[in-house]
């Protein structure tokens, strides 16, 4: 199964390390030079760990220079933006009071930027999570299930689900062992919600074997070939990924042979994981929708 998940992870699109784009340098270089002086943002840039001195130029170019040799020199420019940016994204609206300087309203400048920050993160398909992380990892079905989980009030899963996505690229390994947690957190809940029995082993494929068949995953009661050849590949994910968290993920330790886990490969099981519990979590929706209610 191991090398299965392997080879498909090697035929896999490759996604090379993700670039800060155009528009958010835009958007950044037009509107941060209102709020921060030279000095402010060199400190700014440098507890960010972006690379070189400061570029010479006034404040737009500044700020323009060094986003775009972050593209070029660090391993990681997302990471560097999410330092950078994190005050702004995390400014409460609520409780921000207004800061004036030379008679003009900082708070105000930093609210606008944070709006605008949020509108072209999503054109750009990139998504910020608070503690300075900007995240290329989170797809169509990892938006859906955050939006999900959010609404359940389940402390654990959304912990993974962050712990997934702010590792993907710098921590390769710990984010296979969380997309892994997230599917065994969720199956957890499921069952004690349903008041089902826990199986006597209580690992991904105990409580998976437990879900599925409460919730009738069963190839044989499906009519349509091809329906039934994705549910087929879909119960094969959680043997994968089980495997892939055992043998290269950081939740054990390595034997003689030690995987080349690249993000590529924490992506593709991050992506799997999370189609998977989206479909578990709307299937778990659909039939609670049809439970009689009680008097």
């Known amino acids: 199964m191991l090398d299965k998940l392997l080879a498909f992870a090697i035929s896999y699109q490759k996604i090379m390390r993700k670039k800060i784009p155009a528009p958010v340098i835009a958007v950044l270089s037009d509107n941060l030079h209102e709020i921060e002086s030279h000095v402010g943002l060199d400190n700014l840039f440098t507890y960010a760990d972006a690379p070189g001195e400061p570029p010479v130029g006034s404040k737009q170019v500044k700020i323009q220079a060094w986003l775009r040799r972050i593209n070029k020199e660090s391993d990681f420019p997302l990471k560097i933006l999410g330092k950078i940016i994190e005050e702004y ?33 999503e054109r ?78 209580q690992d991904l494929q105990g409580v998976w074997k437990v879900v599925r068949d409460d919730l009738g995953f069963d190839t044989k009661l499906v009519q349509d070939d091809d329906l039934k050849r994705i549910i087929s590949g879909m119960l094969s994910i959680v043997g994968g990924i089980g495997a892939f968290r055992t043998h290269a993920s950081s939740a054990h330790g390595e034997g003689r042979k030690v995987y080349n886990l690249k993000p590529r490969h924490a992506r593709l099981a991050i992506h799997s994981a999370h189609t998977l519990a989206l479909f578990v979590l709307e299937t778990w929706d659909e039939k609670k929708s049809k439970k009689p209610k009680s008097v």
Not at 92 to 117: C, H, M, P, R
Not at 125 to 137: A, C, E, K
Not at 177 to 194: G, H, R, T
């Open 89 to 121: 994204m995390e400014l409460s609206d609520e409780l921000a009071q207004d800061s004036y300087q030379w008679g003009v309203n900082i708070t105000a400048q930093k609210q606008e930027l944070k709006t605008k920050l949020i509108k072209v993160f």
């Open 124 to 201: 750009c398909n990139l998504t910020y999570i608070n503690g300075g992380t900007v995240s290329d990892g989170n797809s169509a079905p990892s938006k859906s299930l955050l939006e999900v989980i959010k609404g359940r009030d389940i402390p654990s899963i959304e912990a993974e689900f962050n712990r997934a996505l702010n590792n993907v690229n710098s921590a390769p390994r710990d984010a296979v062992s969380a997309a892994c947690n997230i599917l065994e957190s969720i199956f957890k809940v499921y069952i004690e919600d349903e008041k089902l029995p826990f199986p006597q082993k």
